[in-house]
């Protein structure tokens, strides 16, 4: 019977070489016996031959890193699992979504033992510092695997650590980084390491991030199994804070609450010193003032509160639904989707919106949640109307010649009623102190518009409403 | 005072950080260090490389730059009123440290966090140096989670986000009523507002300009939070209905609970109780539902009893056994959607599901090996060669998995 000698260093590309080659030449599995490194012949074995040359195999990508993972396993049968798996492969190579094949699942099962392997090498393997003899840091460890996994995991530790010199010492296998160049050596018992200091550091900060009031002791088994404590220079420390842990968690329940030390009244007044009221009457401390209002239930969901923008005497204003998602984020109205598409339409008719005060009839976003978005909801009546208090304000503080009220919201705000919206835009109604109000319609509705056409002509709407504005404030100047 | 040294410093500085509860190290930007030009790598998944036996993993070092504070928050050890012993590091301190636990491979970077001293503006500046000068000096490519303070100036929070692979804000606890009343000088506008500063900066990070140019990335890692569950008396529901708030408006990667646990010298205006760890557990659950099994909040929060999640069961079990009429479910037929609504089925096992289906009509004892949990499910599905039969609607379906009642003390 043909044996295959899989090396020790280099294992999983000399099998998939070997196995391209078996497959190629059509070697039924029974018909090899794989050896791993040059070690114990087995009894029945031929000479070692030579496998034949490797052929071209197809093989689905996802059993190229399952063999390449699997070959770094102290199974000894691994090579021909695998090597029987893939002869049945060959032909439906389908085999490897199918979770229920009894076979597929013992490798995978196996895969994962040597996944965790790795992890946990990556996870509990410690450094020592030992005397550098060029010009880098040298470093030194000793790990015990389950798995022949030191030289799969040498590239980990060299990308890195790159910048300092390292060893690692395995029963199986020895990998130094010196210099930048990695080198795989044979294997040793666990060296005589030099002391360092700043492992006291680390189990004092071990020690001091346990919380003793939340003790899971079999959490931290399942996760950091006993089997690696003897390296790891923490662990020695575990037995005692487990057993102090009942006590410091009831001492700290049973202490009574502490009078404040003398400085803390101090530092706390002068804290809350710093609040001085805000000047009435203008627009800043307006917006001081609206950011702590508690009117409607609003201001709870939102980030901020969104007040209006612009010259404190623009002869427009413009007033729109609510702040929309971005506006939320960003504190500033009209800088979304909305906002965008009311700059082109504007700037097309000749509007200047920086000589606008831009401002919305609700000051606060209101959305549902939906997943990772935000899902725009209208304001309703009680919403408008607590915050028409606000939009009040800010027009006796701009006292402006018109208002462009767009959408239903606004109109309802400023005239009492946002009913029939479609067929009151383009005319002119009074806000409550008579200052003229041009209704139009709102552009995020210009956004949602399905059907092309009728996109359209709301866009022409909308553009023609927005002349008139322009042309009422030209003939009122 | 006695000058204190590292070893009493680090003692002290970790001590007041073990109450936040994160220490991922994942998803960040691959970087590494192969060429000798530098420290660290980051690649994809996250390493735990020690778990203390409150049960959680170490990943990063995570330490107070200082634990001195101005504010006074009721549930926090380092408020100004409490009496706990009080240190500071240098940056210097806080770089060595980070450095010489990196190499020998005791953790994947620094969770940096402070008390505000002086004002937010001083205390950032400090934090953003130490992250700035083990990036720009040192070289350092592994994790750095830097904590912001709500307060702090814009320019501040944007250099963090350029040093740092996370920023968090915390919002303490799941309401602004109980911010305010807790964290009197805390103002729950202003966290929202951090945050919202964070996702635009982030989001604005991923345009390029018109040269094709990318400006300098962002906090590739995101940005998280944490509350506190416990220590006031909101319910499950409304903590959950705030983190549903907090993920749709500023793309957080986590809400982290953590269960309100007594503190050393605590404030006399709070409850010192056994941490809650079985309702933390539990929101986590319902959480995960939430983000990833399509869940609505409605549907998590109509299975609770005055609104808190059942302890005894886990919240997808507590569902499906109040919506019995969609169930048993055909593991051979069901769409995915139905699927992960299973009690005992993860989102691996449905995705194995799916893939076998088309190989092969699905037996029960297929599904062990897919990973799937049938102690709980079986009571759900039909498979190749299982019917639950009555077990579905069984009355006394609920009491197979909750623990037995304990018998009541006489004494």
């Not at chain 2, 720009?136 to 986000?161: C, M």
Request: proline residues 7%.
């Amino acid at each position: 019977m043909p044996t295959v000698v899989v090396p020790e260093i280099g294992t999983a590309a000399a099998w998939r070489d070997a196995a391209r080659g078996l497959l190629g030449a059509g070697v039924p599995p029974a018909d090899v016996l794989w050896q791993f490194g040059a070690g114990d012949a087995d009894l029945f074995a031929d000479a070692p031959a030579t496998p034949p040359a490797p052929g071209q195999v197809s093989v689905p990508k996802s059993f190229v890193s399952l063999a390449e993972n699997l070959c770094w396993h102290s199974d000894p049968q691994r090579f021909a699992r695998l090597y029987a798996f893939l002869w049945r492969l060959k032909d439906r190579p389908s085999l490897m979504t199918d979770r229920g094949d009894a076979d597929l699942a013992k490798l995978r099962v196996m895969e994962k033992a040597v996944s965790r392997d790795k992890h946990k090498m990556k996870a509990f393997l410690r450094f020592r510092e030992v005397p550098k003899l060029g010009d880098r840091r040298r470093f030194a460890a000793w790990f015990e695997p389950t798995h022949h996994i030191a030289e799969p995991m040498a590239g980990f530790f060299a990308r890195r650590f790159g910048d300092m010199d390292w060893l690692i010492v395995t029963p199986h296998r020895s990998v130094a980084f010196t210099d930048g160049r990695i080198a795989l050596l044979p294997g040793g018992a666990k060296p005589d390491l030099p002391d360092d200091a700043h492992e006291a550091l680390w189990t004092t900060y071990f020690r001091s991030i346990f919380n003793p009031a939340r003790l899971k002791v079999q959490a931290m088994q399942s996760e950091m199994p006993k089997k690696y404590w003897k390296n790891l220079p923490e662990a020695a420390a575990i037995p005692e804070m487990i057993a102090g842990a009942e006590a410091r968690a009831r001492q700290m329940q049973a202490a009574a609450p502490s009078l404040p030390p003398l400085r803390a009244a101090r530092i706390s007044e002068r804290l809350s010193g710093q609040d001085t009221p805000p000047p009435a009457g203008d627009l800043d401390a307006l917006h001081r003032q609206a950011a702590a209002c508690t009117r409607c239930p609003l201001h709870r969901d939102a980030t901020q509160v969104v007040m209006g923008e612009g010259p404190r005497d623009a002869p427009l204003m413009i007033v729109g639904e609510q702040p929309g998602d971005h506006e939320d984020l960003a504190g500033r109205p009209f800088v979304g989707p909305a906002g965008q598409l009311f700059d082109r339409v504007a700037a097309d008719v000749g509007l200047d919106r920086d000589r606008a005060f831009v401002t919305n009839a609700v000051k606060h976003f209101k959305f549902q949640p939906r997943g990772k978005r935000r899902i725009h909801q209208r304001p309703d009546a009680g919403e408008v109307q607590a915050c028409k208090w606000w939009l009040e304000a800010e027009r006796q503080l701009v006292r402006p010649k018109l208002i462009l009220a767009m959408g239903a919201t606004a109109a309802e705000s400023l005239t009492g009623s946002g009913k029939g919206i479609l067929s009151r835009r383009g005319t002119v109604e009074a806000a409550e102190d008579g200052t003229p109000v041009l209704l139009t319609l709102h552009p995020s509705y210009l956004l949602r518009v399905p059907d092309a056409a009728a996109k359209e002509a709301a866009m022409r709407d909308f553009r023609a409403d927005l002349s008139i504005a322009a042309r009422m404030l030209a003939e009122a100047a | 005072m006695a000058k204190l040294d590292l070893q009493q410093k680090l003692a002290i500085l970790s001590d007041a950080a073990k109450y936040d509860a994160s220490c991922a190290s994942s998803g960040t930007s691959k970087r590494q260090s192969r060429d000798g030009s530098g420290l660290g790598s980051t690649e994809g998944s996250g390493i735990c490389h020690a778990y203390a036996p409150d049960g959680r993993c170490i990943s990063l070092l995570k330490i107070l730059m200082t634990n001195f504070c101005i504010y006074d928050c009721a549930y926090c050890v380092n408020r100004v009123s409490s009496n706990v012993t009080r240190a500071r590091f240098s940056p210097e301190e806080v770089i060595q440290l980070t450095l010489e636990f990196y190499r020998r491979n005791y953790i994947e970077g620094l969770f940096l966090s402070s008390g505000i001293i002086k004002s937010p503006d001083d205390t950032m500046a400090d934090m953003v140096r130490i992250a700035r000068e083990l990036r720009q000096v040192h070289n350092f490519r592994g994790y750095i989670h830097l904590k912001t303070i709500p307060d702090a100036a814009p320019h501040l929070i944007e250099e963090a986000g350029r040093h740092a692979d996370r920023l968090s804000i915390n919002v303490e606890l799941p309401t602004d009523a109980s911010v305010k009343s807790y964290a009197p000088e805390k103002d729950p506008g202003t966290i929202r507002k951090a945050m919202a500063d964070v996702r635009l900066t982030k989001e604005a990070s991923k345009d390029r300009s018109h040269t094709g140019k990318r400006p300098p990335r962002f906090a590739p890692a995101g940005q998280s939070t944490q509350m506190i569950v416990g220590a006031d008396g909101a319910n499950d529901a409304t903590i959950l209905g705030q983190s549903t708030r907090l993920y749709s408006s500023y793309k957080l990667k986590r809400v982290y609970y953590s269960a309100f646990s007594p503190i050393p010298d605590s404030s006399a205006k709070l409850p010192l109780i056994r941490p809650p760890l079985e309702r933390e557990h539990r929101l986590y659950q319902a959480d995960w539902l939430l983000r990833f099994y399509g869940f609505g909040l409605d549907e998590i929060t109509g299975a609770t009893e005055g609104g808190n999640l059942d302890l005894q069961i886990d919240p997808k079990l507590a569902w499906a056994l109040q919506n019995r009429h969609h169930f048993p479910l055909d593991v051979n037929a069901a769409p995915r959607e139905m699927l992960l609504r299973v009690p005992g089925f993860g989102v691996k096992t449905v995705n194995r599901i799916l893939t076998t289906r088309r190989h092969r009509t699905l037996r029960y004892e297929d599904l062990t090996r897919m990973g799937a949990s049938l102690k709980k499910a079986r009571a759900f599905i039909t498979a190749a060669g299982w019917t639950p039969g009555a077990l579905t609607d069984s009355v006394d379906l609920r009491a197979r998995f909750a623990p037995p009642p304990e018998q009541l003390s006489l004494f």
